[in-house]
């Protein structure tokens, strides 16, 4: 990796890593749907001047029920859902949460798309939930203000995003990272114009908070998008992919030295925990010696 690409990677952990401060400040106040919607239409806004030509508004009508959809699962229902573990949760943790994404798209990729599933990344999987039930062992409580159902809505991000991967691959791949990058996020929109003004918050938020929502939708949305296609160009999908590892812990970082949040050994532990599982799930650690005896024992069993 060029020092080039490698300050690019940094630059895009810190902007995602610093979405979760950003929804963690701008929730309260706004509330969960319209912080997206805030996010979503000022977001495709700062990033369409980069990209915008007559073949790009084509593609987009050509595909828009795609995109449609795209846009739910991939921005709509994650967003919404992280947005509302941010009222409870703090902004490290919902990052930690977030980071199990690659171990959904292995389960959803191997039981509704026939996709094999390597020894070392069901290893990864286990590893992953092991982490998150660090994290979570004490706070599932399932009360009307429990934290259990923040963390049932961040891992149903995950699980959002694990469907929009594989539905990316299978049904979009004929259409340009720009395309369905500006397409879904057109799409996911027009999803939430209504639901984002019907519940508009009644008193006009703070300065903070729309500062939190303006950051949220520009810097880590439409810039963080632009930043992300260049490392695509520039050093590929597999270095592009290191960022799941980073962003919790620049989410993490921020949290602390910006809202006093604290680091305790259990969020150190399932941080590990979780952050390796991820990495042999996406096969950023390869175990080859599991994945060839493995291999070898199908073999020999096979007549």
Do not use: C
Request: hydrophobic share 60%.
């Amino acid at each position: 990796m060029s020092p080039k690409s490698l300050s690019l990677l940094l630059v895009l952990s810190a902007l995602w890593g610093a979405s979760f401060l950003f929804m963690r400040v701008g929730a309260p106040e706004f509330g969960p749907v319209s912080l997206i919607f805030i996010r979503m239409s000022v977001g495709v806004l700062a990033i369409l001047p980069f990209f915008f030509k007559v073949s790009l508004l084509k593609a987009i009508i050509k595909n828009a029920k795609a995109l449609l959809l795209l846009g739910l699962i991939n921005h709509v229902i994650p967003f919404v859902a992280l947005s509302y573990a941010a009222l409870s949760l703090e902004s490290g943790f919902t990052s930690l949460i977030n980071a199990t994404t690659p171990i959904f798209t292995a389960l959803v990729a191997a039981l509704f798309f026939a996709t094999a599933i390597k020894p070392s990344q069901i290893l990864g999987l286990i590893v992953a939930v092991l982490g998150v039930g660090i994290l979570s062992s004490d706070k599932m409580s399932f009360g009307s203000l429990g934290t259990g159902w923040a963390i049932a809505a961040g891992l149903m991000a995950a699980l959002s995003y694990g469907f929009a991967g594989n539905y990316t691959k299978h049904a979009l791949s004929h259409l340009s990272a720009i395309e369905i990058t500006v397409g879904s996020m057109l799409a996911s929109s027009l999803i939430l114009l209504v639901p984002g003004l019907y519940f508009w918050p009644t008193t006009n938020p703070s300065t903070q908070a729309w500062a939190s929502a303006l950051l949220l939708a520009v810097a880590s949305t439409g810039v963080a998008f632009i930043i992300f296609f260049k490392i695509m160009k520039e050093a590929g999908a597999f270095i592009a992919s290191n960022v799941t590892l980073l962003v919790p812990l620049f989410a993490v970082s921020w949290g602390i030295f910006l809202l006093d949040e604290s680091l305790t050994l259990r969020l150190i532990l399932g941080m590990v925990v979780t952050l390796s599982g991820t990495a042999l799930t996406l096969q950023l650690l390869k175990l080859h010696s599991l994945n060839s005896r493995i291999a070898s024992l199908k073999i020999k069993k096979a007549p």
